[in-house]
């Protein structure tokens, strides 16, 4: 007898909790903060190399696709911060119950997007 299994999973079906979420935007953000070493790297050097080149660091910074690139980079380090705190707590088996982890996932989401909305509209 044969059984009837799914030949792939289709994950835009599947709902998952909010701790598998913040666990995977913990991730996500790690590799978001890890690719734009580089850039802010190089943004850094250009802009104390010159007064020139602080000049069109600053043109560039004024741009709005590079400040939606600084606040998602923002958001990435944010939430990988918050994140990482909670995932810190758990290893040493706090809040490790099921209620504790969908509450903490909750603050976690909560304070990384709020301090985002905060910190992205004073720079702006």
Not at 6 to 21: D, E, G, R, S, T
Not at 22 to 31: E, M, Q, T, W
Not at 84 to 106: C, E, Q, Y
């Amino acid at each position: 007898m044969q059984k009837a299994r799914p030949k792939h999973l289709n994950l835009a079906v599947i709902k998952f909790p909010l701790p598998a979420i913040v666990s995977g935007l913990h991730r996500i953000s790690g590799a978001l903060l890890a690719l734009s070493i580089p850039f802010m790297l190089y943004a850094l050097e250009g802009s104390l190399s010159s007064a020139e080149r602080f000049a069109a660091f600053k043109e560039c910074i004024a741009h709005p696709v590079t400040k939606l690139f600084l606040l998602a980079v923002l958001w990435a380090y944010l939430h990988h911060a918050c994140a990482g705190i909670r995932f810190l707590m758990m290893d040493i088996h706090k809040g490790v119950d099921l209620k504790t982890a969908r509450l903490t996932a909750k603050i976690v989401m909560a304070v990384s997007i709020t301090l985002t909305v905060i910190i992205g509209a004073i720079t702006w």
